[in-house]
């Protein structure tokens, strides 16, 4: 009768300390679980602020390649007007020459 009792509470203290065993290996899951879900977001969050920088940076890039495009062409027509009001100036000038 002893026996038993000693064998029912030894297999009493292990099925308690097997049920605490398994409540802290289920919290010790839940928290790996949270700090993976957390990591995942974070690595998602930072992958799609990437991407949108990357979109920016290339939008920018294209901006100003049309800005460099369209100061080049101004700059052309500038250089094409000065060409033509000193060619105008230097008739005026012969111009003047012949008059005198």
Same mark, same amino acid.
């Given at each position: 009768?002893?026996?038993?009792?000693?064998?029912?509470?030894?297999?009493?203290?292990?099925?308690?300390?097997?049920?605490? %065993?398994?409540?802290?290996?289920?919290?010790?899951?839940? *928290?790996?679980?949270?700090? $993976?879900?957390?990591?995942? &977001?974070?690595? !998602?969050?930072?992958?799609?602020?990437?991407?949108?920088?990357?979109?920016?940076?290339?939008?920018?890039?294209?901006?100003?390649?049309?800005?460099? %495009?369209?100061?080049?062409?101004?700059?052309?027509?500038? *250089?094409?007007?000065?060409? $033509?009001?000193?060619?105008? &100036?230097?008739? !005026?000038?012969?111009?003047?020459?012949?008059?005198?």
């Amino acid at each position: 009768d002893k026996d038993w009792r000693s064998a029912l509470t030894d297999l009493q203290s292990v099925l308690g300390e097997t049920q605490d %065993l398994c409540r802290n290996t289920k919290e010790s899951f839940d *928290l790996h679980q949270a700090f $993976v879900k957390k990591q995942l &977001s974070s690595h !998602a969050n930072h992958a799609t602020e990437q991407v949108t920088l990357s979109a920016r940076m290339a939008s920018l890039e294209q901006q100003c390649q049309g800005d460099t %495009l369209k100061l080049l062409q101004d700059a052309e027509a500038g *250089l094409s007007r000065l060409q $033509v009001l000193i060619s105008e &100036s230097g008739r !005026a000038e012969q111009t003047a020459r012949e008059a005198l």
